[in-house]
């Protein structure tokens, strides 16, 4: 199978001289088609499609089509010194000639931050926008547990390639590997640099950074400062931000959230902006935009996410021609909180290493509302431990949140509204003493205890599945550049390091690499290509468009004169997500799905009100113009999850498994990435980019 | 439960603000103080009004967004918890709320609950950093540090910026911020380097921004991060040092 | 870059004032604390001398001669009374000035809204300008009624002289005599003792600020500090608190 796609690639390489990165800027791919960018499109070199681009009816009935496949710009040969040999490709810059460029970045987590601090140090001009108040809040800074590193320092037989498997095989092998390697490669240097400008790791007495373990891996390589490992990456990364700052080499614009990007002669120029503030719409151009906007799996509501996370920087950049690669694709979080009322703001989550010492189970009797004390020992049911009897408690995200799902659809779920599973740390508080606890998880408990009101040494935790992280996001090559030349995209907002399912630990892991040393490699390369060229004026009519555009949606809400908060519609479609593109999906339940998104779209934009005017801080409009995103992306998920038709990582559909339940994976025809295309009409196209992997072999995963 | 709310409502920085009641008649007391003006949000949209304007984000306690007065006090009634961690079945004894935005001279108000803290980032980007250009880092194994300085720099690292010691402060002060990121990255070994530079820079961005510290001890049962009062000692330490190391004339 | 620009609404951009006060916040906490170590110090041994009161009248007059005749002839005449004058008095200047001034630049940073709901704990901070103001009466008083001997002081006071025998100097101090006339008038008995109990606590949140402004972050030496200072304060409050009333209630006449 892999040397078919390698030779499928060598070929079609051959006959059309793919273009390198050196020589994408120079003479960038015509327009595709209208005002949108193109992709670097891939013809096949026979016309026979994969069973992958043979649609079913109810495919079909979706109404979206099958496009040419994607040339991810990987470097060929051993994947293993792809990065290097990629390095000593990139062109420079000369430092006389960086002030010159412009460089605009969007988001300042630990990708946003990193690559503006860096290109900023560099000499380039850069702009840096945050919709928050502060560049801290980025949402980076509410990853808990850790960041991996290949460093390999323990002789517990990590190494690089072992880094890589467990990055590819977590993500059940619809990741991209040369990517997975470069992550790894530059994961040592992301420890050293981070603790350099002020993350205070753990160490051990003797002074050694300290690791722990993490789901899905079986080495100890995840550095952590205590349960607030992504709050300490984003202050440091927000440090060296104001430093350049304060250098005057970055200028930030806070409160400026980015609705609309400027693409013209195909290459993304500019984006434009609203000042929350005084409402302001304003385009600003630059020579690259590279936006690092964070996930979307606020799309389901109620999500570990927080309440501003939204996905409107990305989709404005896919409605440009920007694709969207593998939105269906997105973690369910196995120890998040259960919804327990109407008002609660999230599914808080809980870090995975509780399943270190806590025990999962439900009642055996469906129903059962004794309060769980009182539930005898034979009455329970361990389901992970019964099933899984060599990873226990301890299997990967997507296995035990689909477990949990299905406990409680079937009626064994607990608390008061049955529709979460219990985390008992009875034995474990039994056999190490609540000593022992309280130090390993303290700040755990108590904030369960403040959350729930409950105490967790007392009575054992209620969890549920919480939409978390998105695997997808918009599609990238090997540069982290998106199919609109100069559009680079890093982070959890792009989709190349984590296929169908991220491993613990990684996402922390991916957006530093991205922003601290990948971007400011990669961009420069592509800003070779414009030295002495003028920036687009802000007076040009692609500006002028998208301004257009952005003041007319903003009438179009704040004059709808609806009866419905945004807030509203938002909830309504997470509940349609929860149900039909949740934790497990099925045909009818997705196509059901799709009618829902369509139709609660068209009731959005008949029926919102968005109180208060467009000129002044209006958090209604922010929310609205973020669920109108929401409600487009929503549709490409589902469609994405229809068409995916396997079960890989996160995405299971039930018809696609084994006898026994598990997820049953189809390389021979899914082993490729999907991005979607959305047409200025609203028409949808399935590009694919088909991995091939050479250092890992496929195989199925299995916990048992 | 039923509680009543006198919540702050000002139109825009310049207008005279005052204080507006509603009383919410069913209230569930699983409810954050953020979720209750949520829901109040929800009522008062449905009766025709403008909802008030709060920022939070993260909502579990680490993004520093949110962040008003409750009855005089920073967050709300509990110590050391930030507003989106506190919930009504915790004081079940209060069901009368005057809610107003953080009050400091540095924090002028945007709209109703909104401020601005720009000011917080003011004294980050004059000193709360470290000088290392990225990818010249030396291998952070070969650089060690031991156990308890690494957690002592993390028990003032772990600051939320939320700003709530300076709405605590009846001086108006942000000695804990200042002093927990100048503790914070005095025991980091890549930090030191330039201790007395920060310090310096640090407390004359203090002098521009904020007011001086009378010791009332607010900050620290305010800080939802649990800041010790020992970070206001590391300021007036750090400054010193810099004195005495006799370095200022020489250092930019 | 930029620029299209919409035509401005009236938004809702803030304007934050500057506040640049110098000198620094931190250089008037530093006067403050080594003034006030200074007073603490002064009033200690103070505290001291006064209880030769016990020792009787000629013991409590030759101590005030001491203090008169202390290094002469390198020092003259009150000599080394006046050096400590002088040094108190800048300290004094110096502890006024910057504590009105804190005061005033906290009102300003705080805004028009004052902090309510404070803990009781922060009341100890809270009065530290009203009893700095009270120390102030105190001070003047205190100097009018037994070192001047003009306005509040008693009708007996009687002033310290000198006379030269040979190379020897011989003080007539009445300190003793006036200080049972002036706490023998039940009025200035009261005041003196309560003023001590505003001492007490000027120096226990004092010390407490003093450790802080001086930059003492160890726990060790913050905690022993705190407790030292509060046990000065205790014993200047007791002590000191005491003579006035045993004067008054004739223990010592």
Redo the contacts between chains.
């Keep these: 199978m892999t040397n078919i796609i390698k030779n499928v690639i060598g070929a079609v390489a051959d006959k059309l001289d793919v273009t390198t990165p050196a020589a994408a800027p120079a003479a960038p791919p015509a327009a595709a088609s209208g005002d949108h960018g193109s992709g670097r499109p891939f013809v096949r070199p026979n016309d026979a499609p994969r069973n992958r681009d043979i649609l079913g009816p109810a495919q079909k009935a979706a109404g979206y089509e099958v496009g040419p496949e994607l040339d991810a710009n990987v470097p060929e040969g051993d994947p293993l010194t792809a990065w290097a040999r990629r390095q000593d490709e990139y062109k420079l810059v000369n430092p006389a000639n960086r002030r010159k460029m412009?460089v605009i970045v969007v988001g300042t987590g630990l990708s946003g931050s990193?690559a503006a601090?860096?290109l900023g140090?560099l000499g380039y001009d850069v702009?840096c926008f945050s919709f928050?108040?502060?560049?801290?809040?980025a949402?980076s800074?509410?990853a808990q547990g850790g960041i991996n590193s290949a460093?390999a320092?323990k002789i517990d037989g990590d190494s690089l390639k072992r880094f890589v498997k467990d990055t590819v095989k977590g993500g059940d092998y619809r990741g991209r590997e040369a990517d997975a390697v470069r992550l790894g490669i530059e994961s040592v240097?992301v420890?050293?640099?981070m603790?350099?400008?002020?993350?205070?790791?753990?160490?051990?007495?003797?002074?050694?950074?300290a690791t722990r373990s993490f789901g899905g891996v079986q080495v100890s390589r995840t550095y952590y400062?205590?349960g607030?490992t992504?709050?300490?990456l984003e202050?440091a990364c927000?440090?060296?931000l104001?430093?350049q700052?304060?250098a005057g080499t970055v200028k930030m614009h806070?409160r400026m959230e980015m609705l609309d990007l400027v693409v013209a002669d195909g290459r993304a120029q500019g984006i434009i902006t609203r000042?929350l503030?005084?409402?302001?719409?304003?385009?600003?151009?630059?020579h690259v935009v590279v936006l690092c906007t964070g996930g979307y799996g606020s799309v389901y509501h109620w999500s570990t996410l927080?309440?501003?996370?939204n996905a409107t920087a990305t989709w404005r950049a896919h409605r440009h021609g920007a694709y969207f690669a593998s939105p269906c694709f997105l973690q369910f979080h196995p120890t998040a909180l259960p919804v327990?009322?109407h008002?609660?703001?999230?599914t808080?989550?809980m870090s995975e290493s509780l399943r270190n010492d806590g025990r999962i189970w439900v009642p055996k009797k469906a129903g059962d509302d004794r309060p769980a004390n009182e539930i005898p020992e034979d009455e329970r049911d361990y389901y992970l431990e019964r099933k899984y009897p060599s990873f226990g408690n301890l299997t990967p995200r997507d296995v035990a949140s689909r477990n949990a799902r299905t406990q409680i659809e079937s009626g064994h779920g607990v608390g008061p509204l049955h529709n979460s599973v219990y985390l008992d740390f009875k034995d474990a508080i039994n056999r190490l003493g609540k000593a022992t606890i309280k130090e390993r998880y303290g700040n755990l408990f108590d904030?369960y205890l403040?959350?729930t009101?409950e105490d967790p040494y007392e009575v054992p935790m209620r969890i549920a599945p919480g939409a978390h992280f998105a695997m997808g996001g918009l599609w990238v090559d090997f540069d982290q550049m998106s199919n609109i030349p100069g559009l680079f995209v890093g982070g959890e907002a792009s989709n190349n390091y984590h296929g169908a399912n991220r491993l613990g630990a990684n996402s922390l892991l991916s957006a530093s690499v991205d922003g601290?040393?990948t971007l400011?490699l990669s961009v420069p390369n592509y800003l070779a290509g414009f030295v002495g060229k003028p920036?687009l004026s802000?007076?040009a009519p692609e500006?002028?468009e998208s301004?257009a555009y952005v003041?007319e949606r903003i009438n179009k809400l704040t004059n709808n004169n609806g009866t419905r908060?945004p807030?509203w519609f938002h909830r309504r479609l997470g509940d349609i997500l929860y149900e039909g593109c949740g934790v497990s999906r099925d045909e009818a339940g997705l196509v059901k799905a799709l009618g829902e998104i369509r139709e609660l779209r068209e009731e959005f934009w008949r029926d919102v009100?968005v109180?208060?005017?467009?000129?002044?801080?209006n958090?209604?409009l922010e929310k609205a113009g973020r669920v109108a995103d929401f409600l487009e992306l929503a549709e490409v998920m589902v469609l994405d999850a229809l068409d995916r038709r396997e079960s890989s990582g996160a995405h299971f559909r039930t018809e696609y498994a084994t006898p026994e339940g598990e997820a049953k994976r189809n390389d021979d025809d899914w082993c490729a990435v999907s991005a979607w295309e959305t047409r200025p009409d609203g028409t949808h196209v399935r590009h694919s980019e088909p991995l091939n992997f050479s250092l890992i072999d496929l195989q199925v995963r299995d916990y048992r | 439960m039923k509680v009543t709310l006198d919540i702050w409502r000002q139109d825009g920085p310049d207008a005279e603000g005052y204080f507006e009641t509603h009383v919410m008649e069913d209230v569930e007391p699983e409810l954050s103080l953020l979720e209750m003006l949520d829901q109040l949000n929800d009522e008062i949209v449905e009766a025709g009004g403008e909802p008030i304007v709060f920022e939070s984000d993260c909502r579990e306690g680490v993004c520093g967004c949110c962040g008003f007065l409750v009855n005089g006090k920073p967050h709300g009634p509990l110590a050391n918890t930030p507003a989106c961690r506190q919930h009504l079945r915790s004081f079940p004894e209060v069901t009368h709320f005057t809610i107003e935005p953080f009050r400091s001279a540095a924090f002028p108000v945007i709209r109703d609950l909104a401020i601005d803290r720009a000011a917080l980032d003011e004294l980050v980007e004059a000193a709360g950093h470290v000088n290392v250009m990225t990818g010249t880092a030396p291998d952070a194994d070969t650089v060690p540090q031991d156990h308890l300085t690494a957690e002592q720099a993390m028990d003032y690292a772990i600051c939320i910026g939320c700003g709530a010691c300076v709405a605590a402060c009846p001086n108006g002060a942000a000695m804990l911020f200042a002093g927990a990121k100048l503790a914070h990255l005095a025991k980091m070994p890549q930090g030191k380097q330039e201790r007395s530079r920060r310090a310096r820079k640090m407390v004359s961005m203090l002098d521009e921004n904020f007011g001086p510290c009378s010791l009332y001890g607010e900050c620290a049962v305010s800080c939802p991060a649990g800041i010790s009062l020992t970070a206001i000692a590391t300021v007036n330490k750090e400054r010193w040092r810099s004195v005495l190391r006799g370095r200022h004339s020489r250092e930019t | 870059m930029s620029v299209i620009e919409k035509a401005r609404g009236q938004g809702d951009t803030v304007v934050r004032p500057k506040l640049n006060q110098h000198p620094s916040n931190v250089t008037l906490k530093l006067i403050m604390a080594a003034t006030g170590t200074i007073f603490v110090l002064f009033v200690f041994v103070h505290m001291v001398g006064n209880l030769k009161l016990f020792l009787g009248a000629e013991d409590y007059n030759a101590y005030a001669a001491f203090l008169r005749t202390f290094l002469f002839p390198f020092l003259p005449y009150e000599g080394l009374l006046w050096v400590m004058r002088l040094a108190l008095g800048v300290s004094l200047i110096l502890h006024v000035w910057a504590g009105l001034t804190i005061h005033a630049r906290g009102r300003k940073a705080r805004g028009k809204f004052s902090r309510k709901g404070m803990k009781k704990k922060a009341w100890f901070a809270k009065y530290m300008v009203v009893e700095g103001v009270l120390l102030f009466v105190f001070i003047i008083v205190h100097l009018l009624d037994l070192t001047i001997g003009r306005g509040v002081a008693s009708s007996e006071f009687e002033e310290a002289t000198y006379e030269m025998v040979g190379n020897q100097m011989v003080v007539h101090a009445h300190a003793y005599e006036n200080l049972v006339a002036s706490f023998s008038r039940p009025w200035m008995a009261a005041f003196y003792t309560l003023l001590m109990v505003v001492v007490a606590l000027h120096i226990g949140q004092g010390g407490w600020n003093a450790i802080n402004d001086f930059g003492g972050t160890g726990p060790r030496l913050r905690k022993i500090w705190l407790i030292a200072f509060l046990l000065i304060a205790l014993i200047i409050m007791v002590c000191n608190g005491a003579l006035p009333m045993l004067v008054l209630f004739g223990v010592i006449s």
């Design positions: 412009k990193g601090a860096t140090q702009d928050h108040d502060s560049p801290r809040r949402h800074v509410a460093r320092r240097k420890i050293d640099h603790y350099a400008i002020g993350a205070p790791f753990a160490r051990e007495y003797g002074g050694q950074l400062t205590r607030e992504g709050q300490q202050v927000y440090q060296a104001e430093e700052i304060d806070n000042d503030l005084t409402g302001e719409i304003r385009g600003w151009t630059a927080a309440k501003g996370s327990s009322q008002w609660q703001s999230k808080t989550l904030m403040d959350c009101g601290w040393f400011p920036v802000t007076e500006v002028r301004i003041e908060r807030e009100k109180v208060g005017s467009d000129n002044r801080l958090q209604e």
